[in-house]
């Protein structure tokens, strides 16, 4: 069985390029494309698995009368892809030969080494502290077309959030973290345990922090702001439609506590700074850098690399904002980094809002979401 990651491997390919085929997938189980070469569109995965069953001539047995689920696509890589489509080789080599892939397509070049697969355009770039190349301005790109795709799916009118939005939203943040976290090659390095640990802060953090920055650009009054443009108002009962059942007492103050919170410790420091693109892309990346994981000392073996990105994004920052907020800045960067132990602090209130709110019920999210609650 193949080792499970939610990325792939370092790649060669142009940071500045790079932009996933989103519309591309495996034609065997949904991942990434890598090539075309063996019959078919197909990711690594599927053609290393295919090649070594041709020419060690394997024979696999179905347990399952041939009926195995092969096919899972989300649009990010993930820990349910791995699972589904390894767990039964006879299925999955069916599959292969049902997609078009042919076995007098595979290059028999074992006497000469492993063969290393070429780059591919969709590989995600791994930024590197070295050079003279700004890290946090390539990030931009991505957070830049992450955010356009939030306004395209969004609601066509405002309204009040329900638990099938919370956990869209949930599911967005995830995928959005993790293209994010794989532009750093420390992320890439852990093993698939691990990675879950660090989304199950990570991700969380960067929903709250897309959140409220779509509040203050788009001076919602009153109002917490999901990614799709629902909304969370202090008020449990407000924007209900038809009648309204009576709701627990503890449960609508819990509401009404969490929403204030978000509002307080994030909203309004953003409101009060007017927080651009450049500083959230920042704090985005400081909260990777300079992690407070729940399983300890994660990135125990890449301290020093780590500890070199952290530095650059701060040597950014301080020289982004010295240009653009010369008469500040010193006191605009510290804020800055008091904000990250608030998004941190708040990590923690909406973990704990899961255990309290209906609208939040993480038993009634879907696998992938609930997944990383249990991480």
Not at 138 to 167: G, T
Not at 173 to 179: A, D, K, M, Q
């Amino acid at each position: 069985m193949e080792p499970e990651y939610l990325v792939y491997p370092q790649s060669t390919s142009s940071p500045v390029e790079w932009i996933p085929e989103l519309m591309q997938n495996c034609a065997v189980c949904g991942d990434r494309v890598n090539s075309c070469r063996l019959g078919c569109p197909a990711c690594l995965g599927c053609i290393v698995f295919f090649r070594r069953s041709v020419i060690h001539s394997s024979k696999y047995r179905c347990l399952r009368d041939g009926n195995c689920l092969i096919n899972f696509v989300y649009r990010f890589l993930t820990i349910l892809i791995s699972e589904f489509r390894s767990s039964c080789r006879a299925c999955r080599l069916q599959k292969c030969y049902h997609a078009g892939m042919k076995p007098s397509a595979v290059k028999r070049r074992d006497c000469l080494g492993p063969r290393r697969p070429s780059p591919s355009y969709s590989d995600p770039p791994v930024l590197s502290p070295e050079g003279d190349v700004q890290l946090i301005d390539r990030l931009i790109r991505i957070q830049n077309r992450q955010f356009e795709e939030h306004k395209r799916q969004s609601v066509a009118l405002p309204r009040r959030a329900d638990i099938s939005d919370i956990n869209k939203m949930f599911k967005w943040s995830l995928n959005n973290s993790i293209e994010w976290a794989s532009q750093f090659d420390p992320f890439q390095k852990l093993t698939n345990e691990s990675q879950k640990a660090v989304l199950s802060e990570y991700g969380f953090a960067f929903l709250l922090i897309d959140q409220a920055f779509r509040t203050v650009s788009e001076k919602a009054s009153g109002i917490w702001l999901l990614q799709n443009g629902t909304f969370l108002h202090p008020d449990y009962n407000y924007g209900q439609i038809g009648r309204v059942q009576e709701s627990d007492y503890q449960c609508t103050r819990r509401h009404f506590e969490f929403v204030k919170s978000l509002q307080i410790a994030i909203q309004r420091p953003f409101e009060a700074m007017d927080t651009d693109i450049f500083e959230i892309a920042a704090l985005k990346s400081l909260l990777l850098v300079s992690p407070t994981f729940p399983k300890p000392n994660i990135f125990s073996e890449y301290q020093e690399r780590m500890t070199s990105l952290k530095s650059k994004c701060c040597m950014e920052l301080m020289e982004y904002l010295s240009i653009n907020y010369y008469d500040t800045h010193v006191e605009r960067f510290g804020t800055l980094i008091l904000i990250l132990g608030e998004i941190r602090t708040m990590v923690k209130a909406l973990y704990n809002q899961t255990k309290v709110s209906d609208l939040f019920d993480s038993s009634r999210f879907d696998p992938y979401v609930r997944s990383f609650f249990l991480s």
